[in-house]
């Protein structure tokens, strides 16, 4: 576990019951997308060298600029959905009553994804055939750490990237 995910734990412990009062207005990260990007590139190069000789030439470029890494989320909250807003790539409704969110996939599949919230804590995986993505919101009064991970069973270890974001000044 990370300092940081340990610092926030702590902070949020005695009222997860307000996060979603927290979860509103617009957040963007605490330090620069420069320094975001090298530790995604360092992610990439230990999941790379955890991984088998013959994957790591065809997994690279696949893993290039990914996970995606937000530059701004906006977050609302609209009684048991949380619309999600990343850059301008579209709202997402996550259902967080134990009901599915339905997600079209760029081939024009539909996928079902039940959200787990566990006190301030927001998790979804998308299942792929041979891995998936899980992205992860940890909201606090400071903000929300955002964490994606990128996993397969080819690769040695997940690449995973996680970016603490401020709640912007004047943002709700």
């Known amino acids: 576990m990370s300092a940081l995910y340990a610092s926030f ?3 949020f412990a005695h009222a997860t019951s307000s996060w979603q009062a927290w979860a509103n ?3 963007v990260p605490r330090e620069q997308m420069e ?11 230990k999941t790379l060298e955890a991984s088998h000789f013959l ?3 065809l997994a690279g470029p696949q893993l290039d600029q990914k996970p995606y890494i937000c530059k701004e989320y906006h977050f609302e909250m609209e009684g048991p959905i ?3 807003t990343c850059d301008d790539r579209g709202s997402i409704g996550i259902n967080l009553n134990g009901q599915p969110t339905q997600y079209t996939r760029p081939d024009g599949t539909v996928m079902k994804v039940v959200a787990q919230v566990e006190g301030a804590m927001i998790t979804q995986a998308f299942a792929g055939e041979d891995g998936g993505l899980k992205v992860t919101y940890l909201f606090s009064e400071e903000g929300v750490i955002v964490t ?11 690449l995973s990237v996680e970016v603490f974001y401020q709640k912007q000044t004047g943002s709700k």
């Open 55 to 57: 994957v790591r030439s």
């Open 148 to 158: 994606k991970s990128i996993s397969s069973t080819y690769l040695g270890l997940p």
């Open 9 to 11: 734990v702590l902070s």
């Open 82 to 84: 949380l619309n999600v």
């Open 25 to 27: 207005g617009s957040f």
């Open 35 to 45: 320094s975001i990007y090298q530790r995604r590139e360092h992610s990439k190069v």
